[in-house]
């Protein structure tokens, strides 16, 4: 049964995603302002149902859904929209939805492509560090969505004039995109430091050059790098912006790329 | 950072040494995920015909023990090292109440504020207040700004930890039976097997693998403690991890009175050589729950014992002879041989490891942990005032600590 709701709230979920990217696209082209409180309403509906499926699975399988690519994506997906709503809740920039919400349409999409089956936790996964390891990635990788969409807003706005901008001012989504990334940059530091103290325990070594620790490390020194380059060298606006985009690219690949592409590099050697 | 320092520090401790050596860094680590590890030179040299070379001159088949990866790290410690100790100094001037940076920012001005409204604020938020009369300066969180040197201390830290781990780790897998035992001398103590057994979940997949041991030290005290997959233990400077299992099976050879002539537990994969007969008794595989695969294979549907049988291939003089799937207790009859299994036995797969750096790194997580958060969150806010004029500065976030103080100057009350 729990099976049955998830996957219906999923696709409702979805649904609700699909309408509210559409709603803020026609906000920002300017062909009406007043759908973007239409547009909040049918995201946070949407949170609401993605929150009762992942609710439904963490029942049906007796614990956080954190444990495989499906259930990350699920919960990717649901972190990025969550980012979204509390930016939107801080600051109030819907528009930033038309650009956040396809991000988390996609990862969906990648999530109802994998494979669904609940499977019991083998027991290397079965630690509290799981929950901890997973949460705060979870944070973090939707921060780094959110940030990458307020910049490709900003690249957006920089080229046209201040009357067709879709963010009044192009140094607010600047700075708000920085300080996202920092946000984003503290949970990936946890996600790391969580994994390694794990990973002492699971496998007595905090470190071991496995593909997916070492993309997550090189993500943290993209972003390292973009900090900076913000505080020492005045990077802003444009510079930082591509920078941020193409941190969020390394997310991605660590995310997805690791699994789909290194494995098979890897496994010859096996 | 002054004007005397020589140019060479000057150089060696830029953040432009810095980024460069980052992105060398990383690019060495990017390609040490996309080339097999570990492999024969001859291997690089076969599969990558225009790159080979190329790829054992830069040791990228080691990547992460290569002398390259270690100067890089080096390089970058120095780095660090250097930037953080020249920039300290600036940094503790700046944690004097009296100092103040020039408000020169024409962005973030807010007009038409009450003196006492400001004050209110201002003294309400815990701010070190100078006020001449006419110009107010305030300012907090002053400590804020050695979050930055606290971050790269951590990360130097982990560094040190990093290398006293390389040098001093050392691991080793011992595999017991119940009832075997296994002795640390330089340790002084011996460990015992007591019991070792799985769990298992509905579907049959092991939820757990788990180790009791009893530990004797030298000095007459015992203990016993249980170990687990996520949960190992430690005793006097080893870590004892759950890594792995197995089963041993009891081979019996009897003759044909039923006396037994050889026998004792063997691995699964592993040949018994029976010296009279020239007979080898080699034990493909143990099952503990047996199904049919597809091309009428037995197949190993989980490891509870639940219907249990062994595969066994038979060799005389180095010529198979015979194959078997047999239930425990079933005799294989070979010329005047009986040859049968009475039972199994699950062995642990212990890792012990020595690693004296764990501590160290522990502790540079949570000083980079703390650095991080100071830096970004406790920063060091500055408020200046003239005329009904307030500006604010902070070099970490400005528009967004500007907003805050507009929307808070803003309120009624
Ligand atoms: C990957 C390693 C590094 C990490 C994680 C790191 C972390 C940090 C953090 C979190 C800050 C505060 C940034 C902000 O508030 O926006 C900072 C500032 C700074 N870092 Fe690093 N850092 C690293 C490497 C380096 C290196 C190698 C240098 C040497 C050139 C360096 C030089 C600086 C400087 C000069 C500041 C600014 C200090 C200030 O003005 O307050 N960092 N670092």
């Not at chain 1, 990334?181 to 969580?194: A, D, K, Q, Y």
């Not at chain 2, 150089?11 to 432009?16: D, G, I, R």
């Amino acid at each position: 049964m729990y099976q049955r709701i998830e996957n219906v709230t999923f696709i409702i979920a979805f649904a609700f995603y699909v309408v509210s990217a559409l709603l803020f696209l026609i906000q920002i082209s300017k062909l009406s302002k007043r759908v973007e409180k239409v547009g909040v309403l049918t995201t946070l509906a949407g949170l609401v149902l993605h929150t009762v499926a992942m609710a439904a699975r963490t029942i049906g399988a007796g614990r956080l859904p954190f444990s495989n690519q499906y259930e990350f994506a699920l919960s990717f997906a649901w972190g990025i929209v969550l980012s979204f709503l509390i930016l939107f809740a801080l600051y109030r920039f819907g528009a930033i939805g038309a650009f956040v919400l396809p991000l988390a349409i996609l990862v969906m999409g990648y999530a109802s492509m994998q494979n669904k089956t609940v499977r019991p936790l083998m027991p290397a996964l079965q630690s509290i560090w799981l929950t901890f390891h997973v949460g705060t990635a979870i944070l973090s990788y939707g921060s780094f969505a959110l940030a990458c969409a307020i910049s490709v807003i900003y690249l957006i706005d920089s080229k046209r004039t201040s009357e067709h901008k879709i963010l009044a001012e192009p140094e607010v989504s600047d700075i708000l995109s920085y300080r996202v990334v920092v946000f984003g940059f503290m949970m990936l530091t946890i996600v790391i430091i969580s994994g390694a103290i794990w990973a002492q325990k699971a496998w007595s070594r905090y470190w071991a050059w496995d593909p997916k620790e070492t993309w997550s490390l090189i993500t943290w020194i993209i972003y390292a790098i973009y900090l900076h380059m913000r505080l020492r060298k005045n990077w802003r606006g444009k510079h930082a912006a591509w920078f941020s985009i193409i941190g969020f690219v390394s997310v991605i690949f660590t995310f997805v790329g690791v699994n789909i592409l290194l494995p098979s590099i890897h496994s010859y050697v096996n | 950072m002054n004007r005397r320092t020589p140019k060479i520090i000057r150089f060696a401790s830029s953040l432009k040494v810095a980024i460069v050596l980052l992105i060398l860094i990383a690019a060495y680590i990017v390609i040490g995920t996309l080339l097999p590890q570990h492999g024969d030179p001859s291997l690089y040299l076969e599969r990558y015909p225009r790159a080979g070379s190329l790829i054992i001159a830069l040791s990228l088949d080691k990547a992460y023990s290569s002398l390259i990866f270690r100067v890089l790290m080096a390089l970058f410690s120095l780095n660090l090292t250097l930037c953080t100790v020249i920039s300290m100094k600036g940094q503790v001037k700046q944690l004097d109440k009296g100092f103040f940076p020039s408000f020169q920012s024409e962005e973030f001005v807010i007009e038409d504020v009450e003196r006492e409204k400001l004050l209110a604020y201002c003294n309400r938020r815990r701010y070190t207040i100078a006020d001449d009369g006419t110009v107010i300066k305030a300012g907090t969180y002053r400590f804020g700004v050695l979050g930055a040197t606290i971050t790269h201390i951590g990360i130097l830290v982990l560094f040190i930890g990093a290398v006293i781990g390389s040098r001093s780790a050392s691991d080793e897998t011992v595999n017991l039976l119940p009832g075997n035992q296994h002795r640390f001398e330089k340790q002084g103590f011996t460990i015992t097997l007591d019991d070792f057994h799985m769990t298992f979940q509905e579907s049959g997949a092991v939820q757990q693998y788990i180790s009791t041991l009893t530990i004797a030290d030298d000095d007459g005290t015992t203990t016993s403690e249980a170990l687990w997959v996520n949960k190992p233990l430690h005793h006097k400077g080893l870590g004892f991890y759950q890594a792995n299992f197995g089963w041993a099976s009891n081979l019996q050879i009897a003759d044909d009175s039923g006396a037994v002539v050889a026998g004792g537990l063997m691995r699964s994969g592993y040949s018994y050589f029976y010296q009279p007969s020239h007979l080898t008794i080699y034990l493909y595989n143990y099952y503990p729950e047996m199904g049919i695969g597809h091309q009428d294979q037995p197949v190993k549907m989980s490891e509870r014992e639940i219907d249990p049988y062994y595969a066994v291939i038979l060799y005389e003089f180095g010529e198979p002879v015979g194959s078997y799937i047999v239930a425990p207790g079933d005799h294989i009859h070979y010329k005047d041989l009986h040859i049968y299994f009475t039972h199994s036995v699950a062995y642990t797969g212990l890792l012990v490891r020595k690693d004296l750096s764990y501590p160290i790194v522990l502790t540079s997580f949570i000083i980079m942990l703390i650095g991080l958060f100071i830096s970004f969150y406790l920063y060091p806010r500055f408020i200046s005032y003239e005329g009904g004029k307030v500006v604010t500065s902070s070099r970490r976030n400005g528009w967004v600590f500007h907003q805050n103080v507009k929307s808070a100057l803003a309120n009624k009350d």
